[in-house]
DNA sequence: GCGATCAGGT
DNA sequence: CACACCTGATCGC
């Protein structure tokens, strides 16, 4: 829950997220989101009548902020008062008292937030400095170094401070499972059910709140099937959402609500009321989304946990996890940060003390740590000609952190016309890779969950479902960590390949063997993969507040990347045959999800920055035509945007560095180091802090 | 009657 | 576990 007052200290005139108390007196106003707890006073009198008396005072959104907000009559008051500003596209804005006509000039920039259909992070610059404010954000490792506008050419932005969402900034959130793979997980369940025959029913029990449409979307794209929902109204203008949710109750997959939903589902009665269908009963499965989470040493990444008969629990996230916010915040590398979400059991002072070794105002006072690999990896993309021995491992050098460029689909994308020019077709880039079911055990996901403890032994009695020959753990195990890159230099060092960026393959192994530089202290790794399994080592540096870990070199590399979905023989046989009379009792892991090697995210189809810019048609656009323009909206806006979210999520992570001040080495000076190295020689380079 | 706040629920 | 939200009780205007 947001703690965030409304003001940011360099920009006091303006009110973000808050609307009540001293933020009656602001200049202006933002939204960042549709969620209610980032509404608090949008509607209330006192605010009402600010604006009756004021001509001047304007609240600013993205287009579809504004537009779901505008939905709801209680906010309809706003109407002449909301300024929608396309995202990612700066915007002056005159900052005036209307008391004393003092004017403050200021510009602000939104960012696609990844939280909610609409979310925006808001980039403030002016005379006092900039400022980032993320309302709530779920970015994946490396989206920041994709945002052009958190650039200035080929740097990031000096940035004052971030107000961060905090949400998850405890290391016990330290990994959640992507998009993509929640996504694939849910999908493959909905799949499995849906398909036995069409009294199967799936019931995603979502809460009452944005943020679930891009799954929606998807269930709805893969299988064909639209989701049944109470309310579509506030999509009107948003064909691209609009296609996939209906008010027929005559389907296969519902998220419509009831104030005694549980009630009507334990009754074998959807929410709607739907309970057969031509006299025939409904099979009612539930799947309810939630948080999931898994500690740094977790490796087994399960997103769907059967918790009943026919009731499953299925990872989603709003929020980054702990990593994921270590890997923002370290790669922006404000001067200050500023926490807006105290989790639950923690104080400000624990939160800042994760957070501060990450901003600048901290580095500066520490030695200089060698990292290499977070070095290497952001070598590729750096001109290295101006690159000199001494900047190598220099973390001082934060200024010459170089963005990631965008891929080609999307620079056309990214051109601020807020239309997009791809002439491809949605369904050309859908290639959805049928997953191989495997034999292996399961472990718990999350370490305190008791439920999973008790049935374990039943976790390990699997049948596979679609069986692919060669699969065991064993062939996995090979086939994940032998690339191509690796195959034909077997036993060299293979950081050759880290130097090129494009090999997904290679991404979550990244992310397994080498160590962020978010981590709090920094770490020092060694690494060698040259037999093709991956082996690593962290040994947290000496002034880090997090516990020494050393990874378990056999489970690093066996189950770090499998694009796996294990169903169990309880599943299997609600899936098969339907009956719910089993005595089975509470399977803890039905689906496990692992990273996947080298899947393309075929069905990563949500889209923060293309929602935000380009799903609020002209009102002329509505409903009537909504499906002709949906049509349109495929072949022209999605296309990118599918790019974007491949490229960002799981192939991604080793495309993008995480040590912000890192160089690209010159091959002279690559040779050297393998020299220094292959002489067990140090190659720390120490440089003196002035 | 309305809003704010809290407790309790999903 | 947590989130975002709803309902209902209570209090104050």
């Not at 799954?215 to 999509?235: A, Q, R, T």
């Not at 040994?539 to 189950?559: A, K, L, V, Y």
């Not at 992570?653 to 002279?668: G, L, R, V």
Request: a negative charge; aromatic letters at 8%.
């Amino acid at each position: 829950m947001s703690r965030f007052g409304g003001r940011v200290r360099e920009y006091p005139s303006v009110s973000i997220d808050r609307f009540d108390h001293d933020n009656l007196r602001a200049r202006a106003y933002f939204l960042s989101h549709c969620h209610k707890d980032h509404m608090k006073g949008l509607r209330a009198p006192a605010l009402k009548r600010r604006l009756e008396g004021s001509l001047k005072v304007k609240l600013y959104c993205s287009p579809v902020t504004k537009e779901l907000l505008l939905t709801s009559r209680k906010y309809k008051f706003w109407e002449n008062h909301i300024v929608a500003l396309e995202v990612e596209t700066p915007t002056q804005i005159s900052l005036v008292d209307e008391t004393s006509g003092e004017k403050e000039d200021i510009e602000v920039t939104l960012l696609p937030a990844g939280h909610c259909p609409g979310s925006v992070m808001f980039l403030f610059e002016g005379e006092n400095g900039t400022v980032l404010y993320t309302g709530d954000f779920r970015l994946a490792k490396g989206e920041a170094a994709r945002m052009e506008l958190l650039h200035s050419g080929t740097r990031v932005k000096d940035i004052q401070s971030v107000y961060l969402d905090t949400t998850f900034c405890d290391p016990k959130f330290y990994h959640i499972p992507s998009r993509e793979e929640c996504l694939k997980g849910i999908l493959e369940l909905v799949r499995s059910w849906t398909s036995l025959t069409r009294y199967h029913v799936v019931w995603l029990n979502c809460k009452a709140a944005y943020g679930y449409e891009y799954l929606f979307i998807n269930l709805s794209e893969e299988l064909g099937i639209k989701v049944h929902v109470n309310k579509l109204d506030m999509f009107r203008n948003m064909p691209e959402i609009l296609y996939h949710v209906t008010r027929d109750r005559h389907t296969q997959i519902h998220a419509c609500r009831h104030p005694r939903d549980d009630d009507c589902f334990r009754g074998n009665r959807l929410p709607c009321g739907m309970t057969c269908q031509n006299g025939t009963p409904l099979h009612i499965i539930s799947i309810k989304p939630s948080t999931m989470w898994f500690g740094e040493r977790i490796k087994k990444t399960n997103v769907i946990v059967r918790t009943g008969e026919s009731t499953y629990r299925a990872c989603f996230s709003f929020h980054s996890s702990y990593s994921e916010i270590k890997d923002f915040l370290s790669y922006i590398r404000p001067v200050n940060v500023y926490p807006n979400v105290l989790p639950v059991g923690r104080t400000e002072d624990k939160v800042m003390e994760i957070l501060k070794p990450l901003c600048r105002s901290y580095r500066r006072n520490m030695e200089p740590r060698y990292k290499p690999l977070g070095t290497l990896k952001r070598a590729h993309k750096r001109d290295s000609s101006d690159t000199d021995e001494d900047d190598l491992f220099d973390s001082e050098l934060i200024s010459a952190r170089p963005k990631i460029l965008k891929q080609q689909g999307e620079e056309s994308r990214l051109s601020n016309t807020g239309q997009s020019e791809s002439t491809e077709g949605c369904k050309a880039t859908t290639t959805y890779i049928s997953p191989k079911v495997d034999f292996m055990d399961c472990e718990e996901s999350n370490d305190d969950d008791d439920d999973e403890e008790e049935e374990e032994s039943e976790i390990n009695v699997v049948q596979v479902l679609s069986h692919e020959p060669d699969a065991t753990s064993t062939s996995n195990f090979d086939g994940l960590t032998t690339t191509d890159q690796q195959e034909s230099n077997a036993d060299i060092p293979c950081w050759d390949a880290f130097f090129k960026c494009n090999k997904p393959e290679e991404s979550s192994e990244n992310e397994e063997n080498f160590p962020s530089s978010a981590d709090a202290g920094g770490s020092q790794s060694l690494f060698s993969d040259s037999d093709g399994v991956s082996d690593s080592t962290h040994i947290s540096s000496q002034n880090s507040s997090q516990s020494t870990h050393i990874s378990e070199q056999g489970s690093q590399g066996w189950d770090s990347q499998m694009d796996t979905v294990l169903i169990t023989s309880q599943e299997r046989n609600a899936l098969d045959c339907s009956c719910f009379g089993k005595g089975g009792s509470r399977a803890a892991v039905s689906i496990l999800q692992e990273t996947t090697k080298d899947s393309q995210p075929d069905n990563s189809r949500w889209k923060p920055l293309g929602q935000n810019r380009c799903c609020v048609k002209d009102a002329e656009a509505g409903t009537a035509h909504a499906q002709d323009v949906l049509a349109e909206g495929s072949d022209n806006s999605r296309t990118p945007d599918l790019e974007l979210r491949r490229d960002s999520q799981s192939s991604s992570d080793f495309e993008i560095p995480s040590t912000p001040d890192a160089e690209a080495p010159q091959p002279d000076k690559l040779h050297c180091l393998y020299k220094k190295l292959a002489a067990g020689e140090n190659i720390l380079s120490m440089k003196k802090v002035s």
